[in-house]
């Protein structure tokens, strides 16, 4: 297996772990707060979107996903297209109402196919680019891919707990 289709299989994983979340979700629980304060299962799972379109914009150039595909209108979310939630207040997390939660899914889905598309284009030569030398070591286009993918599947997991949360609810194994 080469190093792309490494970073394929797991760009592709967290929509897999999503899924389970949405079964018999309400559009209530989905924006419920974990004890009052933590992120709702919608912020989690928009944010673990965003950052990967933003990112994946930042690395490849071209239209936003949540542009091209209409997803503010979609999804009812009143956020810029670079906009993907960092460093939300409590407030913030809390005022971030999706009108259509299963379109949350669908919205993911777009995201990791650009992604995935994106890493269709790279050879190893561009997986070794430095594209940041503010960081010591410098980073490189494949470690800021890593980045990407850890953080939507970090959230993905975080939305998964936060559903875990409601009422009793066991994921089907």
């Known amino acids: 297996m080469s190093i792309r289709d490494l970073l394929t299989d797991a760009a592709s994983r967290p929509l897999d772990a999503a899924r389970p979340v ?11 707060l974990p004890g009052g304060h933590g992120n709702s299962i919608v912020w989690l799972l928009w944010h673990a979107a965003r950052q990967m379109d933003v ?12 542009r091209s595909g209409g997803w503010a209108d979609r999804l009812g979310v009143d956020r810029g297209e670079r906009d993907f939630g960092f460093g939300d207040s ?5 005022s971030l109402h999706v009108r259509d939660v299963p379109a949350l899914g ?30 010591d070591p410098p ?15 970090v959230h993905v997991g975080q939305a998964a707990y936060a559903r875990g ?8 194994v």
């Open 139 to 153: 980073v490189t286009r494949g470690t800021r891919l890593v980045s990407i993918i850890d953080d939507a599947a």
């Open 22 to 32: 949405f079964h018999g979700l309400t559009t209530e629980d989905a924006h419920r």
């Open 90 to 94: 409590v407030e913030e997390v809390a």
């Open 55 to 66: 990112q994946t914009l930042a690395l490849g150039g071209g239209e936003s996903v949540w």
């Open 165 to 172: 949360l409601l009422d009793g609810w066991r994921a089907a």
């Open 106 to 135: 669908d919205h993911l889905a777009a995201c990791i196919d650009a992604l995935t598309g994106y890493l269709a284009t790279l050879d190893d030569a561009a997986l070794d680019e430095v594209i940041d030398d503010s960081y």
